[in-house]
């Protein structure tokens, strides 16, 4: 799953602007993006583009076009590929006028005074994160459309079959309702879902709202169903219904989501061969994580193979598994002497408690992320 497994580097040039922070905080809310912003002239000089880079410039004066027009050809010299976003606040800026050597870059006029990140921008980097330059969205797609009734039915029969857990999202209310599957309305097929405890917060911001479109994922054994449902509605405090959409998608469990972490910032400890071991995560999935090793731990990690009584925290909780199997070692940075390796291991025993705190965390981020899949899809 390339989105999320190899982000897209979004740079931010000019990050100064009073609107920087709110387009900052925008961005780093999209899914397969890995965001950086260049403040100061010297960072500007030191930066290399690669070529699937995005380039966000703001033109907030007339002075600063000119200066635009010199970085970009600077940046297409070393890396002709890469995308340019231009995002002006001129009225009067036409965009033909020194567009019409950079045929990747986009011009997006906006007010100096909105804040965030324009949805315009978000729709461009999203088709790019996921559709690339390319126009076949088979290719690229992590998901699989279902939209016949057969197998719309058997998905939704091995939901049923085994209670299985869901999240449900409302759209724009930045909510999200742990629940598992209970069963189908006959009288107007709504899908019907139980709320697990644990969920009065979100309950209690939902209070009042009125029917709206939501999100929806279903964890099954073999897949994690997504679609957009039209409305949802609570049928009694703890019941949810959820009107049938009109097509699925699907991602198989082998190309499960695979969630990049920032570097360094989610230690773990376990042990091996009786020794305790220190490091930090670089992503995790339902079936596993990667941790980072020094060289000179590498060869004594593979020998043990296995792990045990892991412990770390996602968003406050504490995450313990019980046993890992080492799976894969690759090098992630180099360095002279200081080499740092990327170790993948697979869960072998994880505690209920854990499971379940591990489901919510990635089930969160999978609902966004299939969220920006929609917004790229629609551009």
Known sequence: MNPVGANIRVVVVNGRSLRAPGMMKGLSELSGVKLECLEHDFERSWFRPQPSDILIFEIAALPDIQEFIRTMKAYRASSPEFLGIVVSSLKSLRADDFLKDFPNTQLVPTSSAQPGLDPEVARIIQHQVFFGNSKEETEKSPFKTVRTIEERAKLLRDALHSSALASIAPEGLKVVLNCHMDGVDSANGALLFKILPGSEAALKKLEGVP?????????????????????????????????????????????????????????????????????????????????????????????????????????????????????????????????????????????????????????????????????????
């Open 211 to 379: 029917p709206t479109k939501t999100v929806v994922t279903l964890s099954l054994k073999q897949s994690r169903v997504f679609f957009r449902s039209p409305t949802f509605r609570f049928v009694s405090p703890q019941i949810v219904a959820v009107e049938p959409p009109s097509e699925f998608q699907i991602v198989q469990r082998r190309s499960d989501f695979r969630w990049p972490l920032p570097p360094q910032s989610y230690p773990i400890t376990a042990r091996f061969g009786g020794h305790a071991f220190k490091s930090m995560l670089v992503d995790v999935s339902m079936g596993g994580l990667a941790l980072e090793c020094a060289a000179g731990e590498l060869e004594a990690l593979k020998k043990a193979g296995t792990l045990r009584d892991a412990e770390f925290e996602l968003e406050g909780n504490l995450i313990k598994i019980t046993e890992l199997e080492l799976r894969h070692s690759a090098l992630l940075k180099k360095g002279s002497g200081n080499e740092v390796y990327r170790l993948g291991y697979q869960f072998k025993e994880v505690p209920a408690s854990s499971r379940r705190l591990l489901a919510e965390f990635l089930g969160s981020r999978s609902l966004a992320y299939f969220e920006n899949y929609l917004v790229a899809k629609a551009s």
